[in-house]
């Protein structure tokens, strides 16, 4: 039977149902209202076009309105918006934008697919800025374009750590602008688990970008030229994009009753159907099923958006389909990462109560003897029964293949078995015999099976506070690149012939650089008759987790991709030999070995360039030069290499770069200061040792741990949900810095403020101010994870720029002083 079939909106869904319709009958009208210019374009190209990547304004057009009438027969009204829909005479209300004319039209069956609107709150200044954008259109980019090249655009500031916000991120930043990314979360990419993204956000500090976690915008000032965020800081811009995420455009289907769900999304039946009859919904627009929880979710991607307009154009031509769930796979460039995942993570998986297993490997993308190979971190996610729930991965090279593989192994109700059983395509250039996908699936059964335990990254802080007993088994000159205070050493090979080193009396927690010789130690051990678990993800893993956002333009500058590279440190010394090695592919602590084989080999004076895939060398070869007395003289990224020049030996003292903050030897030592006590006088005596310190030129370690905590909480009166005894902590503890008692002489409040007036009559610093001054002259603060979570004080309430660590953060550091004191 002949039907009118009414589209409203196009892009990806509207354009694939319309078509699929043609292509199903010649007989039905079909017509497109789109009341932007476009109506199907690559909206995921449009930060490449911003960038240049795209040059062409044509090249992100899918279908033109002429090729839809003369190739498709199908009617289509651009630049005309449909604002009313009347569902009993079955008609609707259009409104031509550019006259303003506006009639009616009647439909048999009507289609929604407005798709989302970007959600640009109502921050206060922001009418007033003519410099801050939203990415959702073609148009939205030309402005942006437009902008950039007519004004003087210098600094970008982009907010928001989505996929669109990465991408604008990376496309600005390859402009040669000075970008600062600025997300209210403590990470980006909230599809990635924490210590996943914590590779994303060193990559973007690697690239030169400013990134600020844990705050978000508070209002706009001089006109948009300046962001203030919710923190104080302020940030000086020229140009502003918001990219903090899309809200489902239903304002038109809540307008005619259709019934909305999350977020206002549109909610549909099994065959898009709303609760009208013959109007139905697809793409962004709509509630979707979740493959893993069963659950209505939202997931505005464009491969389901498609897929749900040519199974709607199917049921409406009287073929039997149903509306599928979404996995939600996804992949996204940041610089010269790409980070694709698929299914649910760790922390959507805790909020909805669903017991699972997770494991972290590092495998290489192809064969690492094959030149190219580059590390994978690689996450999967599965039930103790075996099925798959989740992935992540991150690298330089395939990194997508690897998820699309276990993404289908997931649709096809596969489990973590099934992945060993995956025929890859195998020649060297392209995979390894054992590929990434099968290596998963060992580990996971070798798991599921009972044949090891594991303990996560996210355990080893107070395991160490507890006094576990770790053992390291790694080679030993793998310890200069970093390890776990405190633990017991013996290299794999020696294992067997050390057993009786080991207690049998408690768990050996074992631990290598990315968790392979950890695994094959353990079953040693296991079959030894030990209680044994391994660091699933290694050292590597943890030590990633640990990583401080802001600390990495201190030891890598980004430098670009134009050949070979020299620094005025590597000229200084041209009467040396030169050895260049290429450590590409080889797994860790490979890199690390190939530098030590290296310099034993050469003399003093010598310069080695090295080159490595893995960007965790960046941080080992600084960590290693620093243990063994040579000299780093650059530590750079060329493309997605690391290309580090090292000085050998006694040489590098004498050609050593020189610092503005060097100090004579005897000033050269460390302090760490244990401050448990949080009384006013105390904390003050703290921090003017630190100060005094710190400009002497001596690098300060302060470890905050129990009533020491109050020193460091933020002076709020912002309320903190708690409950049970970390309530009746907070009820009993002071409320930050400015509320501290004294230890002697409180006199119930006054001995506080006549200290803190005679110190302001004698023009002495507030503890306020001092603690600031701490922070600018480089002075390290960290609080004790372990002892938070005792007192019940959460991270929110902690001061900005201070660091979260286990004992063995302080241990690490009191190592290396010549000073440590307890306060």
Known sequence: MKQRIIIVGGVAGGASVATRLRRLSEENEIIMYEKGEFISFANCGLPYYVGGIIREKDSLLVESVENMVKDFNIEVHNNTEVIDIDPQKHSITVKNVLSGDESTDHYDRLILSTGASPLVPKIPGIDRSKNVFSVRNIPDVEKIKNYIEKNTVQKVTIIGGGFIGLEMTENLSELGLDVSLVEASPQVMAPLDFEMAQFVHEQIELQG?????????????????????????????????????????????????????IKNAIVVDNHFETNIPDIFAIGDVIEVTDFVTHKPTLIPLAGPANRQGRLLADYLNGLEVDNPSIQGTAVAKVFALTIATTGKNERSLKNGGIDYLAIHLHPNSH????????????????????????????????????????????RLNGTIDDLQLIEVAYAPPFASAKDPVNYAGYVGADLQQGLVKTIQWHEVDALQSSGAYFLDVREAFELNSGKLAGAYHIPRGELRGRLHELPKDQPIYVYCSVGLRGYNAVRILMLNGFDAYNLDGGLKTYEQSKYQVGTSSQSVHRTPNNGDHSSASLNKAPECSRIEVDACGLQCPGPILKVKESMERMGNGDILKVQASDFGFHKDIVAWANATGNKLLSNDIIGSKVVATL???????????????????????????????????????????????????????????????????????????????????????????????????????????????????????????????????????????????????????IMDGVEFGGVASYLGEAAKANVNLFI
């Open 209 to 261: 970008v400013r990134l600020i976690l844990n705050d978000g915008v508070n209002h706009f000032s001089d006109e948009g030229h300046t962001v203030v965020l919710n923190s104080g800081k302020q940030l000086d811009t020229d140009l502003t994009v918001m990219a903090i995420g899309v809200m489902p455009d239903s304002k038109l289907a809540q307008k005619a009753g259709i019934k909305t769900g």
């Open 647 to 797: 000085l050998k030996g006694s040489k590098a003292e004498k050609q050593e770069v020189s610092e503005p903050s060097k100090v004579s030897s005897n000033l050269s030592g460390a302090t760490t200061m244990v401050v448990f006590d949080g009384d006013l006088d105390k904390a003050i005596a703290t921090f003017i040792i630190a100060t005094g310190a710190a400009a002497m030129g001596k690098p300060v370690t302060l470890f905050f741990t129990f009533w020491g905590l109050n020193i460091i909480k933020k002076n709020t009166s912002e309320k903190i949900s708690k409950t049970g005894t970390d309530k009746l902590f907070d009820k009993m503890l002071p409320k930050g810095v400015d509320h501290l008692p004294l230890s002697r002489m409180n006199m119930a409040g006054m001995g506080p403020k006549m200290i803190k007036k005679v110190m302001a009559q004698k023009n002495v610093d507030g503890l306020s101010t001092m603690i600031e001054k701490a922070k600018q002259l480089g002075v390290k603060m960290v609080a004790c994870t372990m002892s938070m979570d005792l007192m019940g004080v959460k991270r929110e309430e």
């Open 367 to 410: 064969a690492g003897y094959y030149p190219g190979a580059a590390p994978i971190e690689l996450k999967v996610i599965f039930t103790p029964q075996g099925r798959i729930l989740g992935a992540q991965a991150i690298g330089t090279e395939g990194v997508d293949k690897r998820i699309d593989m276990i993404s289908t192994v997931m």
